[in-house]
């Protein structure tokens, strides 16, 4: 496993953007598929995105195709969400999240088994 560590988070109006980043510990992180997912007040936690460990492909939730962004940068072992056009529905608990990549078959929604703290993201209208 890895050890997951997200900054970033904050208070934007609707409309603004943010950018998540997050920080892992370990020597095989290049071998990790990363996921984002959110959790807010009252409703069940949610895949946001993921990019895969070998090739860079990307998967996102419906709501937030055409305005989040996940990339990685193995090399700094750090995964970011470049979020724009920011809705009040956005506002939740962000998670960074891994999983072995070279075990699954494809890049999915489920399996991740490495947990970072959390971050806060609020977009007020």
């Known amino acids: 496993q890895v050890q997951l560590r997200e900054s970033g988070g904050g208070l934007v109006q609707a409309g603004g953007s943010l950018r998540l980043s997050c920080a892992a510990s370990?020597?095989?992180?290049?071998?990790?598929?990363m996921g984002w997912f959110r959790h807010a007040p009252g409703k069940e936690r949610e895949f946001v995105a993921a990019?895969?460990?070998?090739?860079?492909?990307?998967l996102y939730t419906d709501s937030v195709k055409g305005r989040f962004t996940i990339s990685r940068d193995n090399a700094r072992k750090t995964v970011d969400l470049q979020m724009t056009s920011l809705k009040p529905e956005d506002t939740a608990i962000y998670y960074c999240?891994?999983?072995?990549?070279?075990?699954?078959?494809?890049?999915?929604?489920?399996?991740?088994?490495?947990w970072g703290q959390g971050t806060q993201v609020t977009a007020s209208s």
């Open positions: 999240a891994a999983r072995f990549g070279p075990v699954v078959a494809s890049l999915s929604e489920d399996g991740y088994d490495s």
């Open positions: 370990g020597r095989i992180f290049s071998s990790y598929d």
């Open positions: 990019i895969r460990w070998n090739d860079g492909r990307t």
